[in-house]
């Protein structure tokens, strides 16, 4: 009995890891969309797009985080990995400011925003393939 409850778990664990890799390269994608595309519309439907991964994301990254970790040190780890989410994202906010008031400026306004989107993209993406390689705690 315990071997099957250990493969349902290892096998709505790989769904929850895949909803999270699909979820990161659908922002991606949709990032590169920002850069490539000259049409109103296209943003609007591109945004909500990303905003569907961007909410699978959030409702399953915590979940796949729950279940990596070995449960006796789980709340310090997950203290850790919570730090070390918000740091990029307040990192993120310095560098798109430098990139708006040292870069832009000196280059055509669309240019600047579209480097900021494909580089965003590369991370999504990058990101992506870094969460498929997690493996379950044993």
Not at 90 to 96: A, C, Q, R, S, V
Request: net charge positive.
């Amino acid at each position: 009995m315990q071997i099957r409850e250990e493969r349902g778990a290892h096998r709505k664990a790989q769904r929850v890891q895949r909803l999270v890799v699909f979820s990161g390269v659908l922002q991606g994608i949709c990032a590169l969309l920002f850069v490539f595309t000259h049409s109103l519309t296209a943003v609007y439907i591109a945004a909500a797009v990303f905003g569907v991964g961007y909410g699978a994301y959030q409702a399953t990254d915590w979940a796949l985080v729950v279940d990596v970790l070995p449960g006796r040190t789980a709340a310090r780890d997950m203290g850790i990995w919570s730090i070390s989410t918000n740091g990029p994202q307040m990192t993120g906010l310095l560098f798109g400011w430098l990139l708006s008031v040292l870069v832009i400026p000196h280059l055509s306004v669309s240019l600047g925003y579209c480097a900021l989107f494909a580089l965003t993209a590369v991370f999504f993406i990058v990101g992506s393939v870094l969460v498929w390689q997690v493996r379950r705690s044993a």
